[in-house]
């Protein structure tokens, strides 16, 4: 190829190493932007790159810190360097060795807004904190849904609730106030960062579920909790046939009472 180009093959080399380099660098992926709810824990997905080889666990070092000052460290494998607001509450979920970087923060407080970067360092090589990927949390509270049901008797009825959350090792649990029906139980990523649990209740309405309340309670990791309540209104098929039976009575007797006064008219002319 260098001969048929004129260039030589010390030049093809050069390129090839610099090729090398570029591809060969530091580099993280997190999400800028995470949820989380206070009291319970958030986790900070995280991926990295470092130059040279796969390395075991063993050779790389994780660091986690505030991104205005990297003295500020709430995650590292010696405790004694974490400052003291984040002591206990932060674990690396991720492995080093294959670029994993992902952080669990537990017993989030009000405070813990961030930015909080990753630092790596290959001791004896090199070390790199990625400030321009840094994560910020944003503090939610779980939103309570009120719903009115309408049913007819015998009609199948379905019922959701689903709650979305930044902690997957630990996901909200959700039950039902109504031991009767089937429930069935989901898990799902939605988006890079963000799960959601799901839980459907299905059964056959009956009468007496007139104007009853069904509840769906959500325990998060921290014990906080939220409901959605549903209120059911089944309109009975005896009633149903009754309405309908005054709405017959109701156009055949208009109808009559419309022939009849026709009839005297045409009389009276």
Known sequence: WAKRTGVSSETVALVLIFASVLSDVWKAEVVSEIEALVTSCVV?????????????????????????????????EDSTNVVENFKGRTKLLGS?????????????????????????EIPTIDKYSF????????M???????KKMYFVEGQHALFKCSVRHTCPSHPPKLTWSRSEGEVHYSHNKIHEGTW?????????????????????????????????????????????A????????????????QAENRRGTNIVS
């Not at 900070?44 to 460290?73: A, M």
């Not at 400030?131 to 944003?138: P, Q």
């Not at 939610?140 to 009120?146: G, S, T």
């Not at 009754?242 to 009472?257: H, N, Q």
């Open 96 to 120: 080093l060795g294959q670029k994993n970087c992902t952080l669990e923060i537990d017993d989030i407080r009000n405070h813990d807004n961030g930015p909080f970067c990753f630092r790596a």
């Open 242 to 257: 009754l309405y309908l039976s005054i709405i017959i009575f109701v156009v055949l007797f208009a109808s009559v009472r």
């Open 44 to 76: 900070i997905p995280c991926k990295f790159q470092y130059p040279g080889t796969q390395l075991p666990d063993s050779r790389v070092r994780g660091i986690w810190h505030k991104q205005k000052n990297q003295r500020e460290i709430i995650y590292h």
């Open 131 to 138: 400030e321009e990927k840094c994560v910020s949390l944003s």
């Open 196 to 240: 959601q649990v799901e839980a459907l209740l299905s059964f056959t309405t009956k009468e007496q579920d007139h104007n009853t309340e069904i509840r769906c309670k959500a325990v998060f990791h921290g014990n906080k909790e939220t409901e959605s309540k549903f209120e059911m209104f089944v309109k009975g098929k005896a009633r149903k």
């Open 140 to 146: 939610l509270e779980p939103v309570l849904e009120q």
